[in-house]
């Protein structure tokens, strides 16, 4: 069972991981998820998390003695990756939400306010990850964006066995298009190759349409893919706008 810690001033939020996948993840206990309210950790009487910044500038900062406490207070003695949420980390992709699905423990610690006292990374953070290039109010929603990636990962949470394999970025590439009943809609169909059952010519029909969508939508990711030479010529019609 993978074991999931999240500091941060507003438990509250986190009411969507009681639902659906991630419900389902703690009921099978495949994940045990413990959320810390960061104002617990405070030593003052008027239990407060935050402080004006030396040099000015405006805003309000977390300060380090608080969110030092609480990080280790619920590390204890342990080793585990320590993940700070902030739009200065770097960037969260498939390939680190697979590293990290084989961690058995990880703290994710919520920034809040303008940030946090540059001092809290250089004691407890061993990690600072960014869910993307923009700024959210908070770290909570990217929390929740690193746990529901990197726990559909765990074997066991997924229905189908073997199903986030198959998805996109998996391979590096993006997958391409599904169809199900009915079979004309509004005088659309479906592909002819999908309703034949030869199941090598619908492989490779995926594959291609899959590097055809990459191609038109992330053209980038298309770098790093491992294609064969049939289907780099199938890129290359694509490249000449051909189809
Ligand atoms: N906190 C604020 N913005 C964020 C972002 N883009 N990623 C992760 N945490 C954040």
């Not at 639902?19 to 703690?26: E, G």
């Not at 617990?40 to 003695?65: A, E, F, I, S, W």
């Not at 700024?135 to 073997?162: C, F, H, K, N, S």
């Amino acid at each position: 069972m993978m074991r999931i810690d999240v500091l941060t001033l507003f438990p509250q939020i986190f009411a969507p991981m009681h639902a659906s996948m991630m419900w389902k993840a703690q009921d099978h206990q495949l994940l045990d998820l413990q959320l810390h309210d960061i104002r617990d950790y405070t030593q003052n009487k008027h239990r407060t998390v935050d402080d004006t910044p030396y040099g000015g500038g405006g805003g309000m900062l977390m300060r380090v003695d608080v969110v030092v406490a609480a990080v280790e207070a619920v590390r204890g003695d342990d080793i585990c990756p320590v993940i700070l949420l902030s739009p200065q980390g770097r960037v969260f992709n498939h390939r680190i939400a697979v590293e990290l699905s084989q961690q058995p423990r990880l703290i994710l610690v919520c920034g809040h306010y303008e940030g946090i006292d540059e001092r809290v990374r250089e004691l407890v953070i061993t990690d600072d990850i960014s869910i993307g290039d923009y700024v959210l109010t908070g770290g909570e929603l990217a929390a929740m964006v690193l746990m529901d990636a990197i726990v559909r990962q765990i074997p066991g949470v997924l229905g189908a066995e073997g199903g986030a394999d198959r998805e996109s970025h998996a391979d590096g590439l993006l997958e391409g298009a599904h169809y199900t009943r009915p079979a004309e809609f509004r005088g659309l169909g479906v592909p002819e190759v999908l309703k034949n059952g030869n199941h090598g010519e619908i492989d490779r029909w995926r594959r291609l349409d899959s590097i055809r969508r990459t191609w038109h939508n992330r053209p980038e990711l298309l770098r790093h893919a491992a294609l064969t030479d049939a289907e780099k010529y199938y890129l290359a019609t694509l490249a000449m706008n051909k189809k």
